[in-house]
């Protein structure tokens, strides 16, 4: 195991030793920073030791583009770019955990990125599970005060957001339909970038990926992002991902520092 993995999987087992019904464990990490890594491995590692897991990733629960789309007519175009809260079924979302929880069976939904649509089937989890994983780059994530949304962080926000309505209203969903999903995680582990410095190349990383992958086609149908595309796309995701790495950290049950090579850090 990676020092990641050993950390998190030992701090669940000794919350799972206590745990008196089925446990969620959110996973929170910027784009790029090894969570769907880290919650597979985890995963594995837990049914090495007897334990029944399985993963749900916030992706998972985006909505589908016609469903965007209204959102970005009804109230702000950048929502048609899924990503930030306001684009996922948070009440779904609600309904399966409390159903984990109660340790009743459950179709996990999975979202097919290449066609920008749930996908139509999802994995069964038949019975009662001893951990769900539950990941994604800002589970977990509270609202930030009004004030700090007056001054946009970037030309995103600048130029496309002006009046502050769609940070605003991303907030509020935090403040609303979000922080009653992500009460009913029972512990949360941060992967905790070094900055956001490093985001913009870790997701350049996974776009090089995607795109080695395409050339070998091994992703047919898949938009790879070029330079400019990227920059702006990872704009989406700056002022949530600044107020997790400098608020989260106080609330997390785990916090697991990493370094600019995504190694973990001994220490802060």
């Given at each position: 195991?990676?020092?990641?993995?050993?950390?998190?999987?030992?701090?669940?087992?000794?919350?799972?030793?206590?745990?008196?019904?089925?446990?969620?464990?959110?996973?929170?990490?910027?784009?790029?920073?090894?969570?769907?890594?880290?919650?597979?491995?985890?995963?594995?590692?837990?049914?090495?030791?007897?334990?029944?897991?399985?993963?749900?990733?916030?992706?998972?629960?985006?909505?589908?583009?016609?469903?965007?789309?209204?959102?970005?007519?009804?109230?702000?175009?950048?929502?048609?770019?899924?990503?930030?809260?306001?684009?996922?079924?948070?009440?779904?979302?609600?309904?399966?955990?409390?159903?984990?929880?109660?340790?009743?069976?459950?179709?996990?939904?999975?979202?097919?990125?290449?066609?920008?649509?749930p996908a139509p089937q999802g994995d069964e989890v038949p019975g009662r599970i001893d951990l769900l994983i539950f990941e994604g780059w800002c589970v977990g994530a509270r609202a930030q005060d009004d004030a700090a949304l007056a001054c946009p962080v970037n030309a995103l926000e600048r130029d496309e957001d002006p009046d502050g309505i769609w940070r605003g209203h991303v907030n509020a969903l935090l403040a609303g339909p979000y922080a009653d999903l992500f009460a009913r995680i029972d512990r949360l582990a941060l992967l905790a970038a070094p900055g956001f410095a490093v985001v913009r190349g870790w997701r350049g990383q996974q776009e090089d990926e995607l795109r080695a992958r395409v050339s070998r086609g091994e992703a047919q149908g898949t938009q790879v992002m070029d330079e400019a595309g990227l920059d702006r796309f990872v704009q989406h995701y700056e002022r949530l991902t600044r107020h997790i790495l400098a608020e989260m950290p106080g609330c997390a049950d785990l916090v697991l520092n990493l370094a600019p090579d995504r190694s973990l850090k001994e220490k802060p």
């Open positions: 195991m990676t020092p990641s993995v050993e950390r998190v999987a030992a701090a669940a087992g000794a919350w799972l030793d206590q745990a008196q019904r089925p446990m969620v464990l959110g996973l929170c990490g910027s784009q790029g920073s090894g969570k769907s890594t880290l919650a597979n491995a985890l995963k594995a590692q837990l049914e090495k030791d007897g334990r029944r897991a399985a993963i749900l990733s916030l992706d998972d629960l985006y909505l589908g583009r016609s469903a965007r789309a209204a959102l970005a007519r009804g109230v702000h175009p950048l929502f048609a770019t899924r990503g930030v809260p306001g684009t996922h079924d948070a009440a779904r979302g609600i309904a399966l955990l409390d159903a984990i929880r109660a340790g009743q069976p459950v179709i996990l939904p999975r979202f097919d990125k290449a066609r920008d649509e």
